[in-house]
């Protein structure tokens, strides 16, 4: 019965499909809707933070000077978990400000690891085999090329550690959230990049942003 089973089941046809899902970087539906007395709806979150550590705060009003072309800050204010994520941010915002007509978007991802708030993770294997998730700290999207779409411009994705970490078998340069990032590089490296960066100081150099800057400035195919 069996073989007779398998006689007139094992014919069929594979077909492979592709299909695209937009991922929402930041989702309005893990924050709270408050509305103020003018009627203006806000979404707000609590964020809880050692004191010594409110020199990470970032507050859009802070950079409103350098920021003219309104880049960044899809919510405000940015917790920063080092001072290099900090500087990073600082610098690339000033960057993509001198050239606001190839860049689409800033985006600082690390600091939204609730699902309810990203879609944005990946997931990755720990060392003892449990499935994890990462959020890798930013994300630089280019404008797209002519006749293509808002939002399918080439993306480089940045994470910025410290040296000591270059190493870290999970966090480090060949660690297993670098890898099961390379892995979605490998699969359309003309759209997208990821950039590790690595600092033994409180402040990324210009030599250590000059990769992620000519990622940025590369002109789209």
């Known amino acids: 019965m069996a073989r007779q089973i398998e006689e007139q089941t094992r014919f069929y046809e594979v077909r492979e499909e592709t299909v695209e899902r937009a991922l929402a970087l930041v989702k309005p539906d893990g924050f709270d809707l408050t509305t103020d007395p003018d009627g203006a709806e806000c979404y707000t979150a609590e964020i809880v933070y050692p004191k010594d550590r409110e020199a990470l705060l970032l507050r859009w009003e802070a950079m409103a000077d350098k920021n003219l072309a309104d880049f960044g800050f899809h919510?405000?204010?940015?917790?920063?978990?080092?001072?290099?994520?900090?500087?990073?941010?600082?610098?690339?915002?000033?960057?993509?400000?001198?050239?606001?007509?190839?860049?689409?978007?800033?985006?600082?991802?690390?600091?939204?690891?609730?699902?309810?708030?990203?879609?944005?993770f990946v997931e990755y294997k720990d060392q003892k085999g449990k499935w994890r998730r990462y959020t890798p700290d930013f994300i630089i999207r280019r404008k797209p090329g002519r006749g293509r779409k808002r939002g399918t411009g080439r993306v480089c994705i940045v994470e910025v550690k410290r040296?000591?970490?270059?190493?870290?078998?999970?966090?480090?340069?060949?660690?297993?959230?670098?890898?099961?990032?390379?892995?979605?590089?490998?699969?359309n490296p003309d759209r997208l990049r990821y950039e590790m960066i690595f600092t033994d100081t409180d402040t990324v150099s210009a030599d250590a942003m000059q990769e992620a800057r000519r990622l940025v400035e590369e002109p789209e195919a």
């Not at 940015?78 to 800033?106: A, C, G, R, T, W």
């Open 75 to 120: 919510y405000s204010p940015y917790d920063f978990d080092s001072n290099p994520e900090k500087s990073f941010f600082e610098q690339m915002l000033e960057h993509v400000n001198l050239k606001p007509d190839e860049v689409e978007d800033i985006f600082f991802t690390g600091a939204l690891t609730n699902p309810a708030k990203t879609d944005f």
């Open 163 to 187: 040296e000591r970490d270059r190493e870290h078998p999970v966090d480090g340069e060949g660690g297993c959230k670098a890898l099961a990032v390379r892995k979605w590089e490998d699969l």
